[in-house]
């Protein structure tokens, strides 16, 4: 089994900046692909951003693309989302999964998950 614990989420203003983390525990050989999705009241479930574990793979959601930047920590079992230039619609709670192989943007193929950040951005 793989336990997955966000931090990092709160209350930021309208461009500012933030930075999510997501630390992983237990069965970390099966953390190849980690990703970061958001769901907002009353909307799907969205991707946002994947790496793989050495980092030479990453994708983004084209809402994020240019502001956003994943990145990940192998001695610490760690993914990073920095979040810059923030924007009220990306206001949501941050989960985070992980996989034993690239699933890339779907999340129902993703196999563990953490309980989530909650991010506000405030206009």
Request: proline content about 2%; overall charge positive; aromatic content about 10%.
């Amino acid at each position: 089994q793989v336990q997955l614990v966000e931090s990092g989420g709160g209350l930021v203003q309208a461009g500012g900046s933030l930075r999510l983390s997501c630390a992983a525990s237990g069965r970390t050989s099966s953390t190849y692909a980690m990703a970061w999705f958001r769901q907002a009241p009353g909307k799907e479930r969205e991707f946002v951003a994947t790496i793989n574990r050495s980092g030479t793979m990453r994708s983004y959601a084209d809402s994020v693309k240019g502001r956003f930047t994943i990145s990940s920590d192998n001695t610490k079992n760690t993914v990073y989302l920095e979040m810059n230039s923030v924007k009220p619609e990306d206001t949501a709670v941050y989960l985070c999964t992980a996989s034993p192989v690239w699933r890339g943007s779907s999340w129902s193929q993703y196999d563990y998950w953490g309980q989530g950040t909650q991010v506000t951005v405030s206009s």
